[in-house]
């Protein structure tokens, strides 16, 4: 599974971006501007993470780079979740929902759920998952990128 973020508006309320799933637009994203990924290639793996917060772990698309090797569990690594706003995301983590405003993203819970689903799925069929960020502009993004014109 091949899943590209490309970063469209970069402003002090949040980085936006679209996400693309074998390069059919999915969701909008939504990240911190002060902390987040360099643009590059990761992997996705779905891993136990720690919440300091409840003091529980759960499962999470976890995001590590494409040649570190896969934890058995993580505390301080960036996540894929459900969430409105950036200013409380650490690590480079990325929340996805349907883009609202620059800042807000709305029906995240909904979006990271079918998300989810569509990850169980690709890993239950021994699909590798990586993911691709790109930092564009509102309208820069490659119709190469794009399955209908592939």
Same mark, same amino acid.
């Given at each position: 599974m091949n899943i590209s973020i490309f970063r469209r508006r970069f402003t002090k309320w949040g980085w936006? =971006? +679209?996400?693309? $799933?074998? =390069? @059919? !637009? !999915?969701?909008?994203t939504l990240e911190n501007c002060r902390s987040r990924l360099a643009q590059g290639t990761y992997k996705i793996a779905l891993l136990p993470v720690y919440n300091q917060g409840k003091g529980s772990y759960s499962i999470m698309p976890v995001i590590l780079k494409e040649t570190s090797r @896969?934890?058995? +569990? *993580? @505390?301080?690594?960036? *996540? $894929?979740?459900? =969430?409105n706003g950036p200013y409380t995301l650490k690590y480079g983590s990325i929340i996805i929902g349907k883009s609202q405003i620059t800042g807000l993203v709305a029906h995240s819970e909904q979006c990271y759920m079918f998300f989810r689903n569509k990850i169980d799925e690709a890993l239950e069929n021994g699909e590798e998952i990586s993911l691709v960020i790109r930092n564009w502009g509102v309208e820069d993004i490659p119709l190469k990128y794009l399955s209908l014109f592939q």
């Open positions: 936006d =971006g +679209s996400l693309f $799933i074998n =390069g @059919i !637009f !999915f969701c909008g @896969i934890p058995k +569990s *993580v @505390i301080r690594k960036p *996540v $894929i979740m459900p =969430g």
